[in-house]
């Protein structure tokens, strides 16, 4: 009886181990993984799905530590990053969950309502300081940006700065809402954020690739379209190894009911 007790304990320690997920890393992904997951849960009561954000590199280097089954990316894993994967003797896939609008927020009360790359670049690289420079108020200009392990970052420095580096004295955050948070409370303030994070309390601003031609609002029609210049894929990375155990959930976010959620976030869907 002893015997066959402890079977089935080991049995359950083994369906649990099956059925819990654990998933980690990009705060722009971090809504859909959310919404999804929840989601999954009510449909399968026996599955555990944890998310967690942090940033791409945060999850990324989960995936390398087998501290999480899923990392969550806003941007494309690195070379170097496939190398220390290969190392470590490990395999991983890429899954495209979403399409993402980056959307650069002011304060609501900025009269500033389009901008150009190059004013962005300006901005971001401490050149442009004053909001009057850009025909704003005579107001210095407080850039908010996120930490150095952000996908965001590194896709915002690739597209819009055009890899070049930020000014010294931009304000790091440690999280997308953090960045909603300061602009709204800083009347002077510019940073950037996914698209699902826009609300009430920022200003999104019209961006033009064209040298001022045309000004696009970042929205989920236009960066549907590709009219929103500033478009990225988000990811899904896993060992292939643990596929079996992370496949249930990745049918599901990339299921027609799991890219409704994606659209009900605010993120445009890949079907």
Do not use: C
């Amino acid at each position: 009886m002893k015997v066959r007790r402890n079977l089935l304990i080991a049995f359950s320690l083994l369906s649990l181990s099956v059925n819990a997920q654990r998933i980690k890393g990009s705060d722009t992904v971090l809504p859909v993984a959310q919404q999804t997951a929840e989601r999954f849960m009510n449909q399968h009561p026996d599955a555990r799905v944890t998310v967690t954000g942090g940033g791409t590199g945060v999850g990324i280097s989960a995936l390398m530590d087998n501290t999480t089954d899923i990392a969550m990316a806003s941007r494309p894993i690195k070379f170097s990053e496939k190398m220390k994967i290969k190392e470590a003797g490990q395999d991983v896939d890429e899954i495209i969950v979403a399409y993402d609008a980056l959307a650069v927020v002011v304060h609501p009360s900025n009269p500033v309502k389009q901008l150009t790359r190059q004013q962005l670049e300006d901005i971001f690289r401490g050149k442009i300081t004053n909001w009057k420079q850009v025909g704003g108020d005579d107001r210095k200009i407080v850039v908010y940006s996120r930490e150095t392990s952000s996908g965001t970052y590194e896709f915002f420095k690739e597209s819009v700065l055009k890899n070049k580096n930020y000014m010294s004295s931009s304000l790091s955050m440690p999280a997308t809402g953090a960045i909603i948070q300061s602009v709204s409370q800083t009347k002077g303030a510019i940073g950037y954020v996914g698209l699902a994070y826009i609300n009430k309390e920022v200003k999104p601003i019209h961006v033009s690739y064209d040298a001022g031609k045309t000004f696009t609002e970042p929205s989920f029609e236009n960066a549907k379209n590709k009219a929103y210049p500033i478009v990225r894929p988000l990811f899904y990375y896993y060992d292939v190894k643990n596929e079996g155990k992370v496949k249930p959930f990745i049918d599901y976010i990339l299921s027609a009911e799991g890219q409704a959620t994606v659209k009900q976030v605010g993120y445009i869907p890949v079907k």
